[in-house]
């Protein structure tokens, strides 16, 4: 092995660990997907979760819809669904972010088809 072949051979090893450990670092946040199904309620024009807590819909009248309709008719998330984290999906490594990107599946909240996996 050529000195020159053994110098890439470096680099391109330091290259890979650097990008590793930066890609280890950087985290990205899953995003609720637009098709996920909520629950919302008319009184207050708030959307819950589908595991709500009950003190959220108590003497309310809910229905369930897909997020896109429930933010395209005006309804905003409610805060105690917020606070418990309920709309958070799980935190990837940007190395997983990317090979989800590519088909390579990673544990979710929620499936393509917007169905909460609880």
């Not at 051979?9 to 590793?20: R, Y």
């Not at 997907?33 to 629950?39: G, I, L």
């Not at 369930?64 to 309804?75: C, D, R, S, W």
Request: glycine residues 6%.
């Amino acid at each position: 092995m050529g000195k020159t072949l053994k110098i890439v051979a470096v680099i391109l090893i330091s290259l890979f660990l650097i990008a590793f450990f930066i890609g280890i670092y950087i985290t990205v946040d899953e995003k609720i997907p637009d098709n996920a199904v909520v629950v919302v309620t008319l009184e207050d024009k708030l959307y819950h979760s589908i595991h709500f807590d009950y003190i959220c819909v108590a003497e309310k009248t809910a229905r369930t819809m897909v997020l896109f309709e429930a933010k395209e008719k005006g309804f905003k998330q409610d805060s105690h669904c917020q606070d418990l984290g309920y709309f958070r999906g799980n935190s990837l490594f940007l190395y997983q972010y990317i090979l989800s990107k590519v088909g390579i599946k990673y544990s979710s909240r929620w499936d393509k088809n917007g169905d909460w996996l609880w």
